[in-house]
């Protein structure tokens, strides 16, 4: 028993897979909606219905809760929310991180957890918050980590529990917590803490957290991103390799009037129309939504479909490789989320040996794509070509016939044999006309394979309007206009 992942696809670092805790079993990615026993706008035998195998909800709340301690203690939490999938409960932290402190010890918590049936169980972590410096950082994480170790040894080692991971926002501290919490023994780990930085739009720190988590853990374990649930950020969270997410999203916003898309959140009270294909936005006008006594249920049902229809988008974009298409689309829909995606692009060399050697396709969709792991992985292997003493890169026009080897370009990828013309990246990439992005980065694959070869001597034939923009780029290289031979 206990808890196991199995990974059946990959692309970048994202994973389509399947989690099994005890009996049952969950596709990931996989959305958790966060369920409130005192006011579930949708219930989880609605949410069933919907598609969704886990939700998640809070231990502390039940335990404090004079209605529902007893009857989860004697029914089980499955029969009191009405829900037979995956239940994981929350131990308390979340309310330790936003109100400071909890009347409950770790062992209560794990215990109680285990009393009441939960699936997945989480010890009492302690959430350091973005603003702790790292002495707080470090002293809180050695609190978590004797609280994981205790709990462990409470419960066994088959015990249904999950290993979060902390750290604040300092990558190695993340890495450290990663390391320690894989080595007591989880395949279940969540990275916690989160919150605060994704309600700030601060993207960049969370993918070098999520980055630093992700280093220390083996690639064998499923990652929680913890509180992470807005639509537009799902495939960037699966992107970095997480695989569950959890979202109070959905109702959060709803009680506020927001209605969720994967661009962003709306007002309701500022639309005229409803943009989506849900059953809600179907059998609904804008004006009848915003007018109906059950607005806020159907706010939050509205937003549920879509979050679960952006999962569903994910994971066939991991089966088809083109999660990079869709990752670009989601994180321009935002100026923070795209400087996420650029410090992500940033770290991509270290992406890159995760990521699947053939795809279905690249397509090109501006400077960023210049950056993916195809470009990084093509620019390693030019190294491994070999060639004669005098090689010409044609660019353009007819190459003359007294070279040893004559290789074709594509930007953003660079120089390539024709052996290579039809298979991935170069056959399958659509690249619209030539732009200086996509040329440097053709330059540096030319710039790579000069390096590479100090016993060839390489010329490019170049089409005139770019001539000069590519001396400029590979400086000591010939450079011929492809017009003049
Ligand atoms: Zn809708």
Redesign the pocket.
């Known amino acids: 028993m206990g808890i196991s992942f199995e990974i059946l696809q990959k692309d970048i670092a994202a994973r389509a897979g399947r989690l099994k805790v005890g009996e049952k079993t969950i596709r990931t990615p996989a959305l958790l909606p966060v369920v409130n026993p005192h006011l579930p706008l949708v219930t989880p035998r609605e949410m069933q219905e919907m598609g969704v195998e886990a939700i998640i909800t809070n231990a502390y709340i039940f335990s404090k809760s004079a209605e529902y301690r007893e009857r989860a203690l004697s029914e089980g939490l499955h029969k009191v929310l009405d829900f037979d999938g995956v239940i994981m409960t929350d131990s308390g932290s979340f309310q330790l991180m936003v109100y400071g402190g909890v009347e409950i010890t770790n062992l209560e918590t794990v215990s109680f957890q285990k009393a009441i049936g939960s699936d997945i169980i989480v010890p009492l972590d302690i959430p350091t918050t973005p603003d702790a410096d790292r002495e707080r950082a470090e002293k809180e994480l050695a609190i978590t980590l004797s609280r994981i170790r205790e709990a462990r040894e409470h419960l066994g080692p088959d015990a249904q529990m999950a290993g979060p991971v902390q750290g604040a926002l300092f990558p190695d501290l993340r890495e450290r917590s990663a390391r320690a919490v894989q080595e007591i023994g989880f395949d279940f780990c969540p990275v916690g803490a989160v919150v605060p930085l994704m309600e700030n739009y601060r993207y960049k720190d969370l993918v070098d957290v999520v980055l630093g988590a992700k280093k220390g853990l083996s690639p064998a374990t499923c990652v929680h991103l913890f509180g992470a649930g807005h639509p537009s950020m799902l495939a960037l969270g699966a992107a970095m390799g997480c695989d569950i997410f959890d979202s109070a999203a959905y109702a959060l916003f709803a009680k506020d009037g927001r209605y969720l898309t994967t661009y962003g959140s709306l007002k309701i009270d500022e639309l005229s129309e409803?943009p989506?294909?849900?059953?809600?936005?179907?059998s609904h006008t804008a004006e009848e939504l915003k007018k109906s006594p059950d607005r806020v249920r159907l706010l939050a049902l509205?937003n549920l479909?879509?979050t679960l229809a952006e999962i569903a988008r994910i994971r066939q974009a991991i089966t088809d490789g083109t999660l990079w298409e869709l990752l670009d689309l989601r994180c321009r829909s935002h100026p923070r989320l795209l400087e996420g995606y650029r410090e992500f692009l940033r770290q991509a060399q270290d992406l890159e040996e995760q990521d699947n050697v053939s795809k279905r396709r690249f397509f090109y969709q501006g400077s960023e794509s210049c950056m993916r792991t195809e470009v990084v992985r093509y620019h390693a292997m030019v190294e491994r070509f070999t060639l004669g003493p005098r090689v010409l890169v044609a660019m353009a026009g007819k190459a003359p016939g007294d070279y040893d080897d004559i290789l074709f370009f594509k930007p953003p990828f660079g120089p390539y044999p024709e052996g290579l013309s039809e298979t991935f990246p170069i056959g399958q990439s659509e690249v619209p006309s030539w732009d200086e992005d996509m040329m440097r980065a053709g330059c540096r694959g030319i710039a790579r394979l000069v390096e590479t070869h100090p016993e060839s001597t390489v010329s490019v034939l170049c089409p005139v309007e770019w001539a000069a923009f590519v001396r400029g780029e590979l400086p000591g290289v010939e450079v011929l206009n492809a017009d003049t031979i």
């Open positions: 409803l989506c294909p849900c059953q809600v936005c179907r509205h479909y879509v």
